[in-house]
């Protein structure tokens, strides 16, 4: 039994979600032979863990919390050639590895592939159709998020199967399946808050900021950086982003560990962008959550809007709204943390997934 998993390098939240349905995977099928396809982020995620191969992907330019249409054509305007070349890059690389499944996520290469290889493709990612059409009907959607929701329909429509990883618990749907969000460790794995904080050298329980892996979030670290000099008594630590800045010195910055659900496990409130990834584990962990979503950026608004009632969320990003924000924040913990207790979210979307994934690999 062979699986390619296709992942994008934008961001590490697709690769360490991909990653924990790897590993279930190998649980339920340990003579599973496992290969991915990724680039930048991914990529380099992947590549000391199973065979890897590198294709070309998209490129999301920008640090200023908004998605530039002019910007991403012009960094991604080669990709239609790109796609076809990478298709072919993976089949040469893969020669002696052709895949009985391939599982992707907003890639086209994947399903590129197995229309060559007369394979099925199975699509895992957080955008979800019908959420879109009632946030559409409430809230006022520019082109730029129709252009992108479009794109993502039209992705699910050249699938065999999509998964879409969701906050809400959804009623099966004639074209997607609903899983429970995917988290690689839940809290009761991991060991005490008391021993956490021994082994991570923490006397204070932090704040967390997370960038993710593109850099959109640098304005949002930038003015927490400001505003942690006015709250000496906190402790904040960074992870993400390509930051280049002198920090306070109550600031800590970690690029990225694999031990992140660690420190979340420990923390005493998320201030993040809205990635499902970071959102989901923050849920499961029963954290308090600042929530910035990308401007124009479909999926983040939408994982936003499904949590509105659970966390805080601003669309400005300014940083007199930052400072703003964060002193209210730091009064509603309290709040926030049994809000995000009621909420009642379940992390076990990657037995889930392999589960189907199985069904479908026996047909």
Same mark, same amino acid.
């Given at each position: 039994?062979?699986?390619?998993? %296709?992942?994008?390098?934008?961001?590490?939240?697709?690769?360490?979600?991909?990653?924990?349905?790897?590993?279930?995977?190998?649980?339920?099928?340990?003579?599973?032979?496992?290969?991915?396809?990724?680039? @930048?982020?991914?990529?380099?995620?992947?590549?000391?863990?199973?065979?890897?191969?590198?294709?070309?992907?998209? *490129?999301?330019?920008?640090?200023?919390?908004?998605?530039?249409?002019?910007?991403?054509?012009?960094?991604?305007?080669?990709?239609?050639?790109?796609?076809?070349?990478?298709?072919?890059?993976?089949?040469?690389?893969?020669?002696?590895?052709?895949? @009985?499944?391939?599982?992707? @996520?907003?890639?086209?290469?994947?399903?590129?592939?197995?229309?060559?290889?007369?394979?099925?493709? %199975?699509?895992?990612?957080?955008?979800?159709?019908?959420?879109?059409?009632?946030?559409?009907?409430?809230?006022?959607?520019?082109?730029?998020?129709?252009?992108?929701?479009?794109? $993502?329909?039209?992705?699910?429509?050249?699938?065999?199967?999509?998964?879409?990883?969701?906050?809400?618990?959804?009623?099966?749907?004639?074209?997607?399946?609903?899983?429970?969000?995917?988290?690689?460790?839940?809290?009761?794995?991991?060991?005490?808050?008391?021993?956490?904080?021994?082994?991570?050298?923490? *006397?204070?329980?932090?704040?967390?900021?997370?960038?993710?892996?593109?850099?959109?979030?640098?304005?949002?670290?930038?003015?927490?950086?400001?505003?942690?000099?006015?709250?000496?008594?906190?402790?904040?630590?960074?992870?993400?982003?390509?930051?280049?800045?002198?920090?306070?010195?109550? %600031?800590?910055?970690?690029?990225?560990?694999?031990?992140?659900?660690?420190?979340?496990?420990?923390?005493?409130?998320?201030?993040?962008?809205?990635?499902?990834?970071?959102?989901?584990?923050?849920?499961?962990? *029963?954290?308090?959550?600042?929530?910035?979503?990308?401007?124009?950026?479909?999926?983040?608004?939408?994982?936003?809007?499904?949590?509105?009632?659970?966390?805080? %969320?601003?669309?400005?990003?300014?940083?007199?709204?930052?400072?703003?924000?964060?002193?209210? $924040?730091?009064?509603?913990?309290?709040?926030?943390?049994?809000?995000?207790?009621?909420?009642?979210?379940?992390?076990?979307?990657?037995?889930?997934?392999?589960?189907?994934?199985?069904?479908?690999?026996?047909?």
């Amino acid at each position: 039994m062979k699986i390619l998993f %296709v992942v994008t390098g934008i961001g590490y939240g697709d690769a360490i979600r991909e990653h924990a349905n790897i590993l279930a995977f190998k649980k339920m099928f340990p003579s599973a032979r496992i290969m991915v396809a990724g680039y @930048d982020n991914s990529y380099d995620y992947f590549k000391n863990k199973y065979d890897t191969i590198h294709v070309p992907g998209y *490129k999301l330019p920008g640090s200023a919390m908004k998605i530039s249409v002019v910007r991403f054509a012009l960094k991604n305007i080669f990709l239609p050639a790109f796609w076809f070349l990478g298709t072919l890059k993976v089949r040469l690389h893969a020669h002696n590895f052709i895949p @009985d499944l391939i599982v992707s @996520d907003f890639e086209p290469i994947g399903i590129s592939l197995a229309r060559v290889l007369g394979k099925k493709c %199975v699509v895992v990612f957080g955008f979800d159709p019908l959420l879109y059409r009632e946030y559409a009907q409430k809230n006022k959607v520019n082109y730029k998020m129709k252009v992108e929701a479009k794109y $993502f329909e039209k992705l699910y429509d050249q699938a065999d199967v999509v998964l879409i990883p969701s906050f809400r618990r959804e009623k099966k749907h004639i074209l997607y399946s609903y899983v429970p969000p995917v988290v690689r460790t839940l809290p009761e794995q991991l060991p005490s808050e008391q021993q956490l904080m021994k082994e991570l050298k923490l *006397k204070n329980k932090p704040f967390l900021i997370m960038l993710g892996g593109s850099n959109f979030g640098t304005k949002l670290a930038k003015s927490m950086n400001v505003i942690a000099r006015e709250y000496p008594q906190e402790n904040f630590i960074i992870f993400g982003g390509d930051l280049d800045i002198s920090l306070a010195k109550n %600031v800590r910055y970690i690029h990225f560990t694999p031990d992140f659900l660690k420190y979340l496990k420990v923390c005493k409130g998320v201030i993040t962008l809205a990635g499902q990834k970071t959102l989901s584990e923050a849920g499961i962990y *029963k954290k308090p959550v600042l929530c910035y979503p990308i401007q124009d950026h479909i999926e983040q608004i939408l994982n936003a809007y499904a949590l509105r009632n659970s966390i805080m %969320v601003s669309h400005d990003s300014s940083s007199k709204a930052v400072a703003k924000n964060f002193a209210s $924040f730091i009064q509603r913990l309290p709040e926030l943390e049994k809000k995000m207790k009621e909420l009642d979210m379940h992390g076990d979307g990657s037995q889930q997934i392999v589960q189907i994934l199985g069904s479908i690999l026996k047909k």
